[in-house]
């Protein structure tokens, strides 16, 4: 195979498990309607439909990481296309909300599995080519950000013909193809470490993530008195502090803290975590406005999202040579800028707002996102030897996931009471977004050099 048309092969196969994992983080939210009636379902088991996938992809994600690193990236990759496969038809014949948050816990588990191990395939493939990978993680990216964004609108023509549950269906054929793609990619045996998995690890973190998002999300219903959410914030903090005390000591710790030493890293961590957590928390938002308080049918509410598809996709592609040209600060503070914009106007969002209001924002925040997120991955690539660059993307990928989980809990309690909660919880997010926002841009300006 030709060196381009290795990257082709490469690029487009990692890229295909981007596109199904994240399309599962959006397709479902414009399901949410339908799948309610279905089980007779409230806010909270919404929530868990949306939380259980984005729970058990933050949770893992650090133990998938390693096990690319330990295994070797295309056999991991290969299992998790797998169980992403299984778990996606289960979904879809779920005959209860509880099976239905079961299957997507596996989901969940199968997408934690091949998004690390795609990331460090394209990383080990193309770390001795910097141009040719920033290219390549743009490419990866905006398949990514191009789906997440595409969901609604996929989700409302699916609907639209036959059921939600088609919405789960669709994956199986992707996924499929994934498997047979992979048998052409590159090995990169020299990339393998031997070390023992960090089992320890991987259950105090579970423990401390899943206790914190199911507090949050079971508040509003029980109360903060009650002892089941003390109880779960106090279990979640112990958890935690434990966690940090065994990676500190262990021998093969799954989240090496050596790599927090850098100060760049962690404000890349950062912004990860902000543009996903106020991402996920406001398409969940957005979904049931449109068709809660808009009263738009599924498929003209999939429709609405379309500017987020285009915005994403526009963004991702030039980013490549943006990055090349500029290093990833520029394109991070432009993007950050504009996400910003793009949130302050969805105050508008009002229970009359004509859709032509809300096209504006709805192109500027994917822009922006499309602009910011190639470089913050660029920038954790490039910060730790290739040997490690599964554990890195999954320390990216697992706060950005476990903030896009906490997002949907925060705004979807916010928004229980439908109608006027709906758009406070709009206007909540708007406001604490830009404050963020501008909080991460001087971060950004004094943590990452000119060139970065």
């Known amino acids: 195979m030709t060196a381009s048309n290795s990257f082709r092969w490469t690029t487009a196969v990692t890229s295909l498990a981007f596109v199904v994992a994240q399309l599962d983080v959006s397709i479902v939210n414009i399901a949410l309607p339908e799948i309610a009636k279905t089980f007779k379902a409230d ?13 058990a992809f933050a949770v893992l994600m650090l133990s998938a990481g390693n096990l690319s690193d330990l295994f070797g990236a295309k056999h991991v990759f290969q299992w998790g296309m797998f169980i992403f496969c299984a778990a996606s038809v289960g979904c879809g014949f779920a005959g209860t909300a509880g099976m ?18 795609s990331l460090a395939i394209l990383n080990q493939s193309f770390a001795h080519m910097p141009d040719i990978r920033a290219r390549a993680v743009g490419l990866w990216t905006a398949a990514g950000s191009a789906a997440i964004a595409a969901g609604p609108i996929a989700g409302g023509i699916i609907i639209s013909v036959s059921n939600w549950r088609y919405i789960f269906f669709v994956n ?17 045996e020299s990339a393998v470490v031997k070390k023992k998995i960090d ?14 998002i199911g507090a949050i999300i079971e508040g509003p219903k029980l109360g903060i008195t009650h002892p089941f959410i003390y109880g779960a914030c106090l279990l979640s903090i112990v958890s935690l502090i434990v966690f940090i005390i065994l990676e500190k000591k262990g021998s093969h710790p799954m989240l090496p803290l050596y790599l927090f030493h850098s100060g760049s890293f962690n404000v890349l961590l950062l912004l990860g975590a902000l543009l996903n957590g106020f991402y996920y928390g406001t398409v969940f938002i957005l979904s049931l406005y449109l068709q809660n308080v808009l009263h738009y049918p599924s498929l003209t509410a999939g429709f609405a999202f379309l500017p987020l598809t285009i915005g994403f996709v526009i963004s991702n592609l030039m980013s490549g040579s943006i990055i090349n040209k500029y290093g990833i600060r520029k394109p991070i503070l432009v993007g950050l800028v504009m996400f910003a914009i793009g949130f302050a106007g969805l105050l508008i969002a009002k229970e009359d707002t004509p859709y032509w209001q809300l096209f504006l924002p709805f192109l500027i925040i994917p822009m922006g996102m499309g602009l910011a997120v190639p470089s913050m991955t660029t920038g954790i690539l490039s910060s730790v030897d290739k040997q490690l660059s599964g554990t890195a993307s999954a320390a990216l990928n697992t706060v950005r996931q476990a903030a896009g989980a906490t997002g949907v809990a925060i705004l979807g309690a916010a928004a229980a009471g439908g109608g006027m909660a709906i758009l406070h919880a709009i206007s909540l997010s708007v406001y604490v ?10 971060l950004i300006y004094l943590k990452l050099k000119a060139r970065h």
Do not use: H
Request: hydrophobic share 60%; net charge positive; proline share 6%.
């Open 100 to 117: 239905l948050i079961v299957w997507r816990v596996l989901q969940g588990v199968g997408a934690a599995t091949m998004i690390p191990s």
């Open 172 to 188: 199986a054929p992707l996924c499929i193809a994934g498997m047979l793609l992979t048998v052409r990619l590159p090995k990169n």
């Open 43 to 55: 806010m909270s088991i919404l929530q868990w439909v949306i939380d259980a996938y984005a729970l």
């Open 199 to 212: 089992f320890p690890g991987t259950i105090t973190w579970m423990i401390a993530i899943t206790t914190l």
């Open 433 to 442: 977004a830009v404050a963020g926002t501008f909080v991460l841009i001087a």
